[in-house]
């Protein structure tokens, strides 16, 4: 190359031209541009060489020249013409086809048209070969695709940026995916799987490129609420059904399944159910039977959801897939659609039930004397609530006897199980709610009530009679176990202050239960067999129970036998874990939420136990509201000491909180 050649390089991917000043080294030059910077190239960056003795004045004159040329749709014409002939070409060539003119400006026109096309040359050494009129159609068929998908993409960020604005607008389709990206980007951050189209929408709206930028926009766009459950969205739990198991659920409604029971009528039983009002599944109701000799049998009769499912349809690996109905301060996510599981599969007053039904007498101390299991049908009587059992008992009404001789029944269980070494806890147990999108967030007491000891007791019960009927009967059920606590010793745990002090160190040392096909002891429940089966429109597990006995009681083969029964162990387990632990979360956040709104309160609290002593880290609990926190102090504190507490710090996204003592002076102060 010689001194004064015009040269092109790219700078950023852009053009620009060059006068070659002198060499340096063995192969470099250096070139001086338009701005009159200097440029050291090595021969790779230079890609259009021009043969002349150029100076710097002259480049701007001489990219006036090419512009004169410069028509890319001319190229066009030409590859019809070189398709013709089937000939190749050059910039100097084509400068000649199309302008009849090889000058420097002609062909460095020529060029940047061939550099630039994309659709009917490609290049092969110094030479353009035009393509095939069917790769031209293909690449002009990408090129229009390509078109409109960046007119779509303009138009989306346009309809964001509106919509960001405080205008309404319908999200169409193809918005759909975008918006997923960046739902998911708000939601796993880093590991969202499509992350680059989030952040290319937060850039393109002028945006910080981070999570709680995309949950903020899409907050802002109303399509999430301020207190998006992103621990629900992280998860494995399905909110939606499928649409076959929707579809499933309403041919049933409409065409029952058949029943493969011969059920026992009982409707001329008292039945009473007894739940919370706002209980939409009501999946269990009791009854007292009066026979000869002023002996009583109690009746415990189950919901029977099985009465609409086949074992393996759609309905049921749906439920076994969800695992547990799920119940949020938000609101539940039902196991079943829940026009099914409120609807015919739950108990309904004054209508005519299908139920798995236990039959059971006991003895003077309480232990089960006999016991019968039946498929049955049932007619609810009475849809009572806890308020109003306990009102009855507590007022001593006789219009229901039954009433009343059931918490005779439920008080002796008590005694007998404890006298077969139950471990009873009582700690305050704090219930979430949550109303109007988290507008209205309150956090309280669940009081105490014998109306719920009497149900439990009744639970219990069933539990440990279907245990008892798979263990004779060698059915493979879920059972579930609890290893023998190794508790402190009597003379130690009396020394703690009695109540929630003392059952806090008793729980501590409480293992955790087990499920196993193979039966044996559940300690703190003080039975030797048991199992659930009570909640079978909630519980997966439950429900695999009424399989098998109903299987058992009309002859029939076990839907699952053992190898079967393993198999569902182990995806159900990670899938209750799941939800129980989602559970947890959720109430975490609102309860810290409720705090954050109620900042200012002082809280009367108590210590429970240590942590960490050493590091003043230590367990108390907010009394007013039953919630247990993590607090620091930085002074010696006595187990079921009385402290009065302030929220000094709050986060509930981040799962922070940061409590700080406050003095019984300053709040006496406060209060004059």
Known sequence: MEKGTLVEFRVNGDRRLAVADRPEGKKNW???????????????????????????????????????????????????????????????????????????????????????????FKRKGDRYEPRTPNQVA?????????????????EFIAKLASALAGEEFDWVSSDRPRLDALEKF?????????????????????????????????????????????????????VAFPQKVVELARKYMDDQPEDLNERLDLTHLKVYTIDDESTTEIDDGLSIEYLEGDRQKIWVHIADPTRWLTPGDALDLEARRRGTTLYLPTGMISMFPMDLAAGPMSLTAG????????AILLDDAGGVEDFSIHATSIKTTYRLTYDDVDEMLDLGVRAEPEIHDLAKWAKLRKSWRKSQGAISIKMPESAVKVKDGGEDVDVYILEGSFARELVAEMMILS??????????????????????????????LMVLPAGPVRFCAVRRCMPRSEVSLTPFRHASLGLEHYTQVTSPIRRYGDLLAHFQIKAHLRGAELPFPVSKMQEIILSLTPAVQDAVLLERQSNRYWILEYLRRNADQIWDSLMLRWLREHEGLALIMLEDLGVELVMRFDRPIELGERLLVQVAQVDPREDIIRLREVAESSVEALAS
Request: aromatic share 8%.
């Open 138 to 154: 293909e690449l002009k068929h990408q090129q229009e695709a390509g078109n409109k998908r960046q007119q779509e993409w303009e």
């Open 186 to 238: 708000a939601t796993f951050a880093d590991e969202a799987s499509n992350k680059t189209t989030a952040i290319d929408i937060l850039s393109a709206l002028g945006k910080s490129q981070t999570p709680q930028s995309a949950f903020d926009v899409l907050v802002q766009l109303k399509l999430w609420n301020p207190h998006e459950n992103l621990l629900l969205r992280r998860s494995n739990v399905p």
């Open 463 to 492: 539990g440990e009679v279907a245990a008892k009927y798979g263990q004779i009967h060698e059915l493979p059920m879920l059972f579930r176990a609890q290893q023998q606590p190794e508790l402190p010793p009597e003379e130690e």
């Open 351 to 358: 209508q005519v039930c299908c139920a798995l039904s236990f």
């Open 30 to 120: 250096i070139v001086i541009d338009a701005r009159n910077q200097s440029h050291s190239l090595p021969p790779r960056s230079i890609h259009y060489e021009i043969s002349g003795s150029y100076e710097v004045s002259k480049i701007e004159p001489f990219l006036a020249d090419v512009a004169k040329f410069f028509d890319p749709s001319s190229l066009e014409v030409a590859w019809e013409l070189l398709l013709e002939i089937g000939d190749g070409t050059n910039p100097q060539e084509l400068a000649n086809l199309l302008f009849s003119d090889q000058s420097a400006p002609a062909s460095y026109a020529a060029y940047c048209m061939l550099d630039d096309d994309r659709l009917y």
